[in-house]
């Protein structure tokens, strides 16, 4: 099968073209596409706030200044004292601002391993597991579960442990950075949690929170309204996601019995 080329997936982000029907066919296609909205998403709103200040503009035409020859700066200052002048040097004293701050977070969210497109491609999979047209695996059975996805992603994870009103809904298999990954879905009294399982390790995720808690270590992040907690077990990422506080995700790892 032939997969869509990064022109095709920018025209289609940007929504110059309608969706691709090949999406609707290719799993990873489709993955990769909801990844890439979710960070443009994310891009947008980080940056909606930004304008540029008074003293800002104000280097921007002292270094203006300098930087023209001595025969066009007499010139320049007839026309800067013009209304229309002094609107188009705040104008771009704004786009400078933005451009000083945007163009490194355009960067680094785009970079596919970057912390912000990691949590998007986790937010992803939780969102996707919760769809009615979701393939799903459904079984309450925890090493049914394990072993369905043994056959499906290539190594059996670690099995949860159900009670203190927890219950199994099914498992899940997914695409994460190109590669087949599995994710439980667990019922919770709070609400439903995505239990991912990765190979990356939580700094190639990006998540830097670290912090204890019985006797384990865990890494923290949160994307939109989804909090993350991460525990690495025997080669894996264990990723907790929910519309739920970090705190009760750190509890529903440790619960689970990952590690034991």
């Given at each position: 099968?032939?997969?869509?080329?990064?022109?095709?997936?920018?025209?289609?982000?940007?929504?110059?073209?309608?969706?691709?029907?090949?999406?609707?066919?290719?799993?990873?296609?489709?993955?990769?596409?909801?990844?890439?909205?979710?960070?443009?998403?994310?891009?947008?709103?980080?940056?909606?706030?930004?304008?540029?200040?008074?003293?800002?503009?104000?280097?921007?035409?002292?270094?203006?200044?300098?930087?023209?020859?001595?025969?066009?700066?007499?010139?320049?200052?007839?026309?800067?004292?013009?209304?229309?002048?002094?609107?188009?040097?705040?104008?771009?004293?704004?786009?400078?601002?933005?451009?000083?701050?945007?163009?490194?977070?355009?960067?680094?969210?785009m970079t596919p391993d970057s912390a912000a497109?990691?949590?998007?491609?986790?937010?992803?999979?939780?969102?996707?597991?919760?769809?009615?047209?979701?393939?799903?695996?459904?079984?309450?059975?925890?090493?049914?579960?394990?072993?369905?996805?043994?056959?499906?992603?290539?190594?059996?994870?670690?099995?949860?442990?159900?009670?203190?009103?927890?219950?199994?809904?099914?498992?899940?298999?997914?695409?994460?950075?190109?590669?087949?990954?599995?994710?439980?879905?667990?019922?919770?009294?709070?609400?439903?949690?995505?239990?991912?399982?990765?190979?990356?390790?939580?700094?190639?995720?990006?998540?830097?929170?670290?912090?204890?808690?019985?006797?384990?270590?865990?890494?923290?992040?949160t994307f939109a309204a989804n909090n993350m907690?991460?525990?690495?077990?025997?080669?894996?990422?264990?990723?907790?996601?929910?519309?739920?506080?970090?705190?009760?995700?750190?509890?529903?790892?440790?619960?689970?019995?990952?590690?034991?």
């Amino acid at each position: 099968m032939t997969h869509l080329t990064d022109e095709q997936f920018e025209d289609a982000v940007e929504g110059r073209v309608p969706e691709p029907e090949h999406v609707a066919e290719c799993s990873a296609c489709r993955d990769r596409l909801a990844e890439q909205r979710a960070v443009r998403r994310r891009l947008r709103s980080s940056f909606a706030s930004i304008h540029a200040g008074d003293a800002l503009a104000q280097e921007v035409r002292r270094s203006t200044r300098q930087s023209q020859p001595a025969a066009s700066r007499g010139r320049r200052h007839l026309l800067s004292t013009h209304p229309v002048s002094r609107v188009a040097w705040a104008a771009l004293a704004a786009a400078a601002a933005v451009l000083v701050f945007a163009v490194p977070a355009m960067i680094y969210l785009m970079t596919p391993d970057s912390a912000a497109a990691a949590s998007a491609e986790l937010a992803r999979i939780h969102t996707d597991n919760l769809r009615a047209d979701h393939e799903f695996y459904s079984d309450a059975d925890p090493a049914r579960l394990a072993e369905y996805l043994k056959t499906r992603v290539g190594f059996e994870p670690a099995t949860p442990r159900m009670g203190q009103g927890m219950a199994m809904r099914g498992c899940c298999v997914a695409h994460f950075k190109g590669k087949a990954v599995g994710s439980y879905v667990v019922d919770t009294p709070r609400g439903p949690i995505s239990v991912i399982v990765v190979p990356q390790t939580p700094g190639q995720l990006g998540m830097d929170q670290e912090f204890q808690s019985g006797g384990k270590t865990f890494w923290a992040d949160t994307f939109a309204a989804n909090n993350m907690v991460t525990v690495r077990i025997g080669g894996y990422s264990y990723c907790a996601v929910g519309e739920v506080p970090q705190d009760l995700l750190t509890s529903i790892l440790l619960d689970l019995g990952l590690g034991n």
